[in-house]
């Protein structure tokens, strides 16, 4: 017989609906969840009173989520910032995302590991083109060109600052026994692309860093021309640590399974038994469609 494949519920649901984590925590076992993830958007207070034994598998970094005390902005973002005092920051809220996890009894720890900065105006007019359906025109893809060729011209400090992170955060998570996941962005600017992925990968070998697949971006990033998601997958291998299952429809993502284009039943023979499946579902979604959402991947072999 079977086993069947521990689920676990993100905390993005929280939003607009509890203030603190054991209402959240209460609500998705009354769902069938017995495992959680804590996402950015826990705040400390919501910590308070939280202890090991929650069935807390992972911690998706910042969390919690505290903003820059000069310039408000967030944690992930700063991990690839050239200005070295505002990287440190980053670096050290990671850090205490570890330590949370250690105290919460989590596994993993997923990572948004920063960004190129650029004006993001082409990136939005690019997804405006793909509203409009010309996804495949001349136009579209010179669109598209625009904006990974000043990606790439503008990356090479940003992609040095991110590696020195990287270096830092795993050096202090292989001493707590964490590890770490570096996942699957939604824009196009941020880090890791699928090639940088492949070398930083290479680059950090062992079982401390690996990858994090997360089905909505990179279903959005495939709807915009970038990489198909199975090469996300192909790439990382047996470096796989967890996924986020949520659905994509163009690039509207966190949609309840279903609702979208991902190919979950594809993804599901791709993962292994020990691979940490987190639902991240959007806050707005009810008890019945959450149940609903479920039931889908179920059926999909997840």
């Given at each position: 017989?079977?086993?069947?494949r521990?689920?676990?519920?993100?905390?993005?649901?929280?939003?607009?609906?509890?203030?603190?984590?054991p209402?959240?925590?209460?609500?998705?076992r009354?769902?069938g969840?017995?495992?959680?993830?804590?996402?950015?958007?826990?705040t400390?207070?919501?910590?308070?009173?939280?202890?090991?034994g929650e069935?807390?598998?992972?911690?998706?970094?910042?969390?919690?989520?505290?903003?820059?005390?000069a310039?408000?902005?967030?944690?992930?973002?700063?991990?690839?910032?050239?200005d070295?005092e505002?990287?440190?920051w980053?670096?050290a809220?990671g850090r205490?995302?570890m330590?949370?996890?250690?105290?919460?009894?989590?596994?993993?720890?997923?990572?948004?590991?920063?960004?190129?900065?650029?004006?993001?105006?082409?990136?939005?007019?690019?997804r405006?083109r793909?509203?409009?359906?010309?996804?495949?025109?001349?136009?579209?893809?010179?669109?598209?060109a625009?904006?990974?060729?000043?990606?790439?011209?503008?990356k090479a400090?940003?992609?040095?600052?991110?590696?020195r992170?990287?270096?830092?955060?795993a050096?202090?998570?292989?001493?707590?026994g964490?590890?770490l996941?570096l996942?699957?962005?939604?824009?196009?600017y941020?880090?890791?692309?699928?090639?940088?992925?492949?070398?930083?990968?290479?680059?950090?070998?062992?079982?401390?860093?690996g990858?994090?697949?997360?089905?909505?971006?990179a279903?959005?990033?495939a709807?915009l021309?970038?990489?198909?998601?199975?090469?996300?997958?192909?790439?990382?291998g047996?470096?796989?640590?967890?996924v986020?299952?949520?659905?994509?429809?163009?690039?509207?993502?966190?949609?309840i399974?279903?609702?979208?284009?991902?190919?979950?039943?594809?993804?599901?023979?791709?993962?292994s038994?020990?691979?940490?499946?987190v639902?991240?579902?959007?806050?707005?979604?009810?008890?019945?469609?959450?149940?609903?959402?479920?039931?889908?991947?179920?059926?999909?072999g997840?």
């Amino acid at each position: 017989m079977s086993t069947i494949r521990p689920l676990a519920l993100s905390s993005m649901w929280i939003q607009h609906r509890f203030d603190h984590l054991p209402p959240f925590l209460a609500a998705g076992r009354t769902l069938g969840f017995n495992s959680f993830e804590l996402s950015h958007i826990v705040t400390p207070p919501m910590l308070d009173g939280l202890g090991d034994g929650e069935g807390i598998v992972s911690l998706h970094y910042p969390a919690p989520t505290v903003p820059h005390p000069a310039t408000g902005r967030a944690a992930d973002a700063l991990l690839s910032s050239p200005d070295e005092e505002a990287r440190r920051w980053a670096v050290a809220r990671g850090r205490m995302t570890m330590d949370t996890a250690r105290a919460v009894g989590a596994r993993a720890v997923v990572v948004h590991l920063g960004e190129v900065q650029l004006d993001t105006s082409q990136e939005w007019a690019l997804r405006q083109r793909y509203l409009a359906g010309q996804a495949g025109t001349l136009a579209y893809e010179r669109a598209r060109a625009r904006v990974w060729d000043e990606r790439e011209r503008l990356k090479a400090p940003y992609l040095t600052a991110a590696r020195r992170s990287l270096e830092e955060l795993a050096e202090y998570a292989a001493q707590v026994g964490l590890r770490l996941g570096l996942e699957t962005r939604f824009h196009a600017y941020q880090i890791p692309s699928l090639e940088e992925l492949i070398g930083l990968l290479a680059e950090f070998a062992g079982e401390t860093v690996g990858y994090w697949h997360d089905t909505g971006h990179a279903q959005a990033l495939a709807n915009l021309g970038f990489w198909p998601p199975t090469a996300w997958l192909e790439a990382a291998g047996a470096r796989l640590i967890g996924v986020h299952l949520h659905d994509c429809r163009g690039w509207r993502d966190h949609l309840i399974p279903g609702l979208g284009e991902v190919d979950f039943a594809g993804l599901a023979r791709r993962l292994s038994p020990d691979t940490l499946c987190v639902c991240e579902f959007d806050w707005y979604y009810e008890e019945d469609e959450i149940r609903e959402g479920v039931q889908t991947l179920r059926r999909m072999g997840l």
